[in-house]
């Protein structure tokens, strides 16, 4: 079974841009996460959605947004971008409620504000 | 912010057992705690959970204490791909509850 794919793998962005990164789940799993991951502040969680619908949101400013698709792919958007917005973006999947509470990674989008 | 104190960093030998102990003395009882690692330039990977049996699987081992204050994950023979970050995580409802990574353990297996 094919893991957590993201994309892209690696980007650069100016000051003011909006960006936009995608994460294909693991077949059959219907729960997608967000996490950033910073030197200084280190894994944090952004927002969850299942079932196309948003069930948990960290605290990050709304300039974040995301969404989840019928086929369970989902997006993140980042408008606005803030040299601080560079990180390591890291999707996870897992089968939903009531079953596999294990969450799965993806390899993470690595985005470079300038 | 994280509910759980884990040292900075371990050194282990190759071969040995790698005991990583973290410290929850605030956990309730209905929360869990799991464990997760990342290798460098990889995203976390689950290791293993518990609530307040200790488990076994193929990975590796969780002991939790009695009062639940504390546990250790055991890796039986570590090599050199465990070298990575370890995070102990304490989790109430992991079923609607994202994860709350703290600093973690940087393991390093050394040859």
């Known amino acids: 079974k094919a893991g957590v794919t993201q994309t892209p793998r690696y980007l650069i962005k100016t000051r003011g841009q909006q960006v936009t990164l995608s994460c294909s789940p693991i077949s059959g799993h219907r729960s997608v996460s967000w996490y950033q991951q910073t030197p200084g502040q280190g894994l944090q969680f952004l927002f969850e959605y299942f079932s196309e619908t948003q069930r948990n949101k960290g605290n990050f400013p709304g300039r974040f947004s995301g969404r989840q698709f019928s086929n369970s792919r989902s997006e993140m958007n980042v408008s606005t971008l803030e040299l601080g917005d560079s990180a390591l973006y890291l999707c996870?999947?897992?089968?939903?409620?009531?079953?596999?509470?294990?969450?799965?990674f993806g390899p993470g989008t690595r985005l470079t504000v300038t | 912010d994280a509910k759980t104190t884990q040292p900075p960093s371990m050194d282990c030998a190759e071969g040995r057992a790698a005991n990583l102990p973290c410290n929850h003395s605030t956990i309730s009882g209905n929360e869990y705690v799991y464990w997760y690692r990342q290798i460098h330039s990889q995203g976390p990977q689950y290791i293993i959970h518990g609530l307040k049996n200790n488990e076994t699987n193929e990975m590796a081992s969780l002991i939790i204490t009695e009062d639940r204050k504390s546990s250790t994950l055991i890796l039986p023979h570590a090599t050199l791909r465990d070298t990575a970050v370890y995070y102990c995580?304490?989790?109430?409802?992991?079923?609607?509850?994202?994860?709350?990574f703290g600093k973690g353990t940087r393991l390093s297996v050394i040859a």
């Open positions: 995580i304490v989790r109430v409802d992991p079923r609607n509850t994202p994860l709350v």
């Open positions: 996870a999947s897992r089968q939903g409620a009531g079953s596999s509470y294990e969450q799965y």
